[in-house]
């Protein structure tokens, strides 16, 4: 009876674990980002440290300002020009440019959906023989990374629980199977680590069950 209990509490109360410590580690990483510059305005004023909370209330208010902020400048002819501008500056710094254009373009590509990107869901299989796993297919055309690259295709392999971090493999097109799933369906089977199965419609085609 006890082992029962036991694992109940535990299935109930993992959800709100996982969540809490993805929280904390963005909290985390804020908290890094804003803690110097607001030590160094409090000693020039002379004023005690700022609190651990203070610094997280602090950096999350920053944060949805910058966004508010950067959304702003997005919709105005002139915000565009100075956001092309440090884009521009970004671009041609050495180092910097490679991590932030790769980003750059991988947002592109999400939001977009130019050439299907992140858009189709596929069968393949990985990581070895008689192993499939859900992908997303990247590129079409990878005839600049092998020669006969042509008939192969790019396929992102998110990690579960975080579907931000994967693999990318080049994959024979004819060995990728198209799968009738949505890529938010995909992701949320990903993120729930394959808990969460699409329901099969009348029609053949999926959906993912309701949520409680």
């Known amino acids: 009876m006890m082992r029962k209990y036991l694992l109940a509490g535990l299935f109930t109360l993992l959800p709100l674990v996982v969540t809490l410590w993805i929280l904390k580690g963005i909290f985390t990483a804020l908290i890094g980002v804003f803690r110097g510059p607001l030590t160094w305005a409090a000693h020039m004023i002379q004023v005690p440290d700022p609190p651990t909370w203070g610094l997280a209330l602090f950096s999350g208010l920053a944060t949805v ?73 990247a590129s079409k055309d ?34 990728v199977q198209p799968v009738d799933l949505s890529a938010d369906q995909a992701l949320t089977w990903a993120v729930s680590g394959g808990v969460v199965v699409p329901a099969r419609t009348s029609t053949g085609s999926f959906r993912m069950p309701e949520q409680p």
């Open 65 to 137: 300002l910058m966004l508010v902020i950067t959304g702003a400048l997005v919709g105005n002819f002139a915000g565009r020009q100075l956001l092309a501008w440090l884009d521009e500056v970004m671009l041609h710094v050495p180092v910097v440019k490679t991590i932030y254009g790769a980003t750059r373009q991988l947002m592109g590509a999400i939001q977009s959906g130019q050439g299907g990107s992140f858009k189709e869901v596929v069968l393949v299989e990985w990581p070895h023989p008689g192993a499939f796993t859900l992908g997303f297919i």
């Open 142 to 175: 990878c005839s600049w990374a092998v020669a006969g690259g042509e008939s192969m295709v790019a396929v992102y392999v998110p990690t579960s629980p975080n579907p931000t971090s994967g693999y990318v493999i080049l994959v024979e097109s004819a060995k």
